[in-house]
DNA sequence: TATTAGCACTCACAATAATCGAGTGCTAAC
DNA sequence: GTTAGCACTCGATTATTGTGAGTGCTAATA
């Protein structure tokens, strides 16, 4: 869909100001805000034409005009143009990473504190993944009796812990050896392919040690393939400042997203085109309680290879330029000071 | 401070209907409700000594009555009796348990679900503690270069990780060897009294690992000194449906609240007598966000020793009896699943 | 033909007034 | 000591009225 310039500018207008402002914009106050020279009755004209073609509503008779989804969506494809952020907050926020970056943990909750700062919006971030794929080393502990931990380190330097309740008693010797039997393994394949036969064929282990093998490994695969990547979110509360959500029920909505770690784990590590910056728009959302608001993500990378994911959680009426610029500086940062951490 | 049969009857009318109704108490209403056979007359002159001794409030002139802190407080003390849970209720407790008693982590988050859903208020769970006192086995695992992961397993056969970053690089059998000499330490003592001279007493050491030692003994005494309990909390949204907390205010300072966690677990953690069931009203809570809430809390233990905490934040406007009941009950249980967890 | 001034009309919102009713305190009788 | 009766209070609810920012339409204008 194509619109004239000044339908363009107009529509633009009424966005920002509504961004702003959260009323209804009338063709008076808008004459006087855009400097284009024209009346307000032709602006009521051109509002008429662009609430026809679908991109404004009045919420009632004689009220000005707020824009719709699908202005929001044409304003971002075709109007916005991601801005650089400012030289003072750039040196900030990287000023801020460098004081972070010691742990992984660390980073990424300061990561999310820096979002919502810098937005005002609810932010969310998705911790690396430990998965079958870039699992490098197994340590199991143990804990007592016939309860292990076992520890799953990744290429990439990062761990996650597995506790699991065995049919035998392991103790320290026993569990140092079991570590070092799938750790052999792991050498030359990884783990999804470890399947019985190939548990049976390795030649050291006593029947009692092949058993407690057997159990294991289910274990593991079963806990690499949850998608349990941690989630910290931030500034639940900044929302609810705006007035859309004075609302208890879109408050409960929003907690009800952030708590279901799940959902967003999936909904911001799924693939959408080859976009770095991912914007959903309200009923885009395919989660029944994000209808009403608007998600901005993006990713962040080690080797070109997908390592976790973050973004902003905001009314549809969400500052798209200024979310937008400071999810691709962090993005940047993110990327820098993961591999930092990470392989250093 | 003793009232007369009469006034308490009548005092305890008033609190457990206000408690259902939210709404303040009159005497008409009352005169129906409480048998005592006397006439609203009466009851106002009653009502009018209750206000003036500090046990009820009027919203304002001509309208009911509604209970102060210090009547919860007196309602809790002196007329309340804690009322064993309906068997049918406690069966499917004592099974929901068995079914979630399989790992540390979920039995928690069950326990959560299990006293919001009972109670219809937010509830609280601090999982068990790591400290230097219950530390019994360290295991060091090479992550990546000079990063690695110290596992602490404890007595109870918990575990918690920690990440640092060291001054030289750790491969995996220097890590097997680091953890060989602390837990050869660590038969004989506990980790806080592990000094820098008794590390240069350790004769089988190089000058390298002896390094090592000095950075890595610190790192973990201050991570065990922090009170870094994870904290579970649930049902954060059905207080949003009592009419209190229609206001957004309240829910922030909710929100604050759980997310406080440092906070939270110091104070459900702190000792309070010997009460098994420990009540805050109100502003007898020492966190300035928890002034409009009451919280009802208790611990369970492992041998006598307290391992954790749990407990239930509503309006002061609670239903006292119910929760207690909830609480005493679920700790039994608690402390009987945990022993079976921990111990078996 | 596109723009604009003018005008009658609409309708949410705020302010004001009227009504209602559950509740009170007080007094006098039981 | 208890209670019936009564005048009174005051928040909540409903009705009424203005107000003003906005509209669409029409006719004049460039």
Same mark, same amino acid.
């Given at each position: 869909m194509e619109l004239n310039i000044r339908k363009k500018k107009i529509l633009e207008v009424i966005i920002r100001d509504y961004i702003n402002t959260a009323e209804p914009v009338g063709s008076r106050t808008l004459s006087k805000r855009? *400097?284009?020279?024209? %009346?307000p009755a032709t602006i009521r004209n051109e509002m008429a034409d662009l609430e026809e073609l679908g991109f404004l509503v009045q919420p009632h008779t004689s009220s000005g005009r707020i824009p719709t989804q699908q202005a929001y969506r044409y304003y971002v494809d075709e109007i916005m143009e991601i801005q650089k952020l400012e030289k003072m907050i750039r040196t900030d926020i990287h000023r801020g990473f460098l004081d972070h970056n010691t742990e992984l943990g660390p980073t990424m909750s300061h990561t999310a504190q820096v979002l919502s700062q810098l937005t005002n919006y609810t932010a969310v971030v998705l911790a690396p993944r430990v998965t079958n794929f870039n699992c490098k080393h197994v340590q199991i502990v143990s804990l007592i009796k016939n309860r292990v931990l076992m520890v799953v380190v990744t290429q990439e330097g990062m761990a996650k812990n597995i506790e699991v309740t065995l049919s035998q008693e392991v103790d320290t010797m026993l569990a140092l050896k079991l570590s070092n039997v799938i750790n052999g393994f792991l050498k030359n394949t990884?783990?999804? +392919?470890?399947s019985s036969d190939l548990i049976d064929q390795i030649? +050291?282990? %006593?029947p009692a040690e092949s058993k407690l093998i057997h159990e294991i490994i289910p274990h593991l695969k079963k806990a690499l393939m949850e998608d349990a990547s941690e989630v910290h979110s931030t500034g639940?509360? *900044?929302? !609810? *400042?705006?007035? +859309? !959500? %004075?609302?208890v029920n879109k408050i409960k909505q929003l907690i009800n997203i952030v708590q279901e770690k799940q959902v967003l784990s999936e909904m911001m590590t799924s693939k959408d085109g080859n976009q770095v910056i991912r914007i959903k728009i309200g009923s885009e959302n395919d989660n029944e309680n994000l209808k009403d608001f608007s998600i901005i993500t993006s990713t962040y990378e080690l080797d070109g290879e997908m390592m976790g994911a973050f973004g902003v959680i905001g009314?549809?009426?969400?500052?798209y330029d200024n979310v937008s610029s400071v999810l691709n500086y962090i993005r940047n940062e993110l990327n820098l000071h993961i591999s930092n951490l990470l392989m250093k």
């Open positions: 855009c *400097n284009l020279g024209i %009346s990884i783990l999804s +392919e470890m030649q +050291e282990l %006593s639940l509360t *900044n929302l !609810f *400042n705006y007035p +859309e !959500f %004075s609302d009314p549809t009426r969400m500052n």
